[in-house]
């Protein structure tokens, strides 16, 4: 191995010739200035900073020289590479600042241009009506209770004393299930989580069970083929009608205002007996008895009444296939048809309007955006 070079003489290196380390400095001087964006920049570094610029090769001779030779070589290529860094930090915080001034521009948010509003949904009158009759419900102590809209045909029907044979099972119309021996149905009515809750629990019972029902009616005026109902079912020691006509008359109060009578009316379920249909004074004309004059009560039809649902004493029959012995025990129930009541109570002149879910629907009634 050969000792360094002790007349080695920096000019005669061409990477360390002035003239050639002031070119290298020019050429890389002129790329940065040249460089028009920050990519732009980075490449000029690589080529001119990077380790196999001209500059970091002239460096990379300085350590061969004598050392007599080093001071000045590194002195020049360091002056060099000083500039050179400062070239670059100043391009770049005016390339920086540049971009920065276009994503400004580009990026623009024009807070004046009016907002494209999306309008929020809004929940169904009918829900709502059915949340707050329940909550009136669960205010007093009662529970809610619920039960599935795909139900077999004996809670829907056998077990509230409607058997296979029984002229009333024809009284709803009912979505039966394929193959029609599954024993199942799309259920017609919410008294089946009457039978349910009777199965499952020991009395005293007290529950409300809203839900969606299903018949095979046609869409009118007043029948949809899907919609709601409210159960209640009481079942304990000592009920009476009295305590039926109670119950029923708080329901009343809460859903059509305090001033609102109730009256019952002979009728018949199956499930219940003695069985009542329970009417309400009308809100509208209060009870004046205007049928067949000029002025008749469009919301009553004349009578002074509405027909609000059905009710009556539970059936000791069904007591009994429950389990529960009616020598003891006696409840009451009602149900009555959700859409019904909403439009008696508002004035609304169909099943049609509830059934489109148009949102227009729902605002009318202080509900949504
Ligand atoms: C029943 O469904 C009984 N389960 C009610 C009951 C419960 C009686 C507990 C006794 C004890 P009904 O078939 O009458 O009864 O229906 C009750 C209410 O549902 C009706 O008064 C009416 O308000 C509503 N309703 C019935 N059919 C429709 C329909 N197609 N569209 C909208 N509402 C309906």
Redesign the pocket.
């Known amino acids: 191995m050969s000792a360094p070079n002790s007349n080695y003489d920096p000019v005669e290196v061409s990477a360390l010739d002035p003239a050639n380390v002031d070119a290298a400095l020019a050429d890389a001087l002129a790329a940065v200035a040249g460089a028009t964006d920050l990519d732009d920049l980075k490449t000029v570094r690589i080529a001119h900073q990077g380790d196999k610029s001209p500059l970091a090769l002239a460096n990379r001779e300085i350590g061969a020289l004598p050392p007599t030779a080093k001071a000045e070589a590194g002195k020049r290529v360091g002056q060099a590479r000083g500039k050179l860094g400062q070239a670059f930090a100043a391009r770049q915080s005016v390339l920086e600042a540049e971009r920065d001034e276009r994503i400004l521009v580009d990026e623009r948010v024009d807070v004046s241009v009016p907002a494209l509003r999306r309008r929020p949904g809004a929940r169904h009158p009918i829900e709502l009506t059915a949340q707050r009759l329940v909550d009136a419900f669960v205010g007093m102590g009662w529970e809610v209770a619920e039960g599935p809209e795909l139900e077999s045909e004996w809670l829907n029907f056998d077990a509230l004393n409607l058997g296979p044979d029984h002229p009333a099972r024809q009284?709803?119309d009912t979505f039966f299930l394929d193959p029609v021996d599954s024993g199942l149905v799309l259920r017609?009515?919410?008294?089946p989580v009457q039978i349910r809750t009777m199965l499952e629990q020991e009395p005293p019972i007290y529950i409300v069970a809203p839900g969606k029902v299903y018949?095979t009616?046609d869409l009118d005026a007043?029948?949809?083929?899907v919609?709601h109902?409210i159960?209640c079912l009481a079942i304990d020691k000592g009920l009476t009608m009295a305590h039926l006509r109670g119950a029923l008359d708080a329901f009343v109060r809460i859903m059509f205002g305090p001033d609102t009578r109730t009256r019952v009316r002979a009728n018949y379920?199956p499930?219940?007996e003695p069985?009542m249909e329970t009417d309400f004074l009308c809100f509208v004309c209060h009870g004046a008895e205007t049928w067949g004059t000029a002025e008749q009560c469009r919301t009553c039809g004349g009578s002074g009444w509405i027909?609000?649902?059905?009710?009556?004493m539970v059936n000791r029959k069904v007591l009994r296939t429950c389990g529960i012995d009616p020598d003891v025990y006696s409840g009451f129930?009602?149900?009555?048809?959700i859409?019904?009541a909403l439009m008696l109570r508002h004035g609304v002149q169909g099943?049609h309007e509830m059934v489109e879910g148009d949102i227009r629907f729902s605002q009318q009634f202080g509900m949504g955006a």
């Open positions: 009284m709803q017609t009515q919410t008294s018949r009616d007043t029948h949809t083929p919609f109902q159960e379920f499930f219940t069985s027909e609000l649902g059905g009710s009556g129930a009602f149900g009555l048809g859409e019904r099943m």
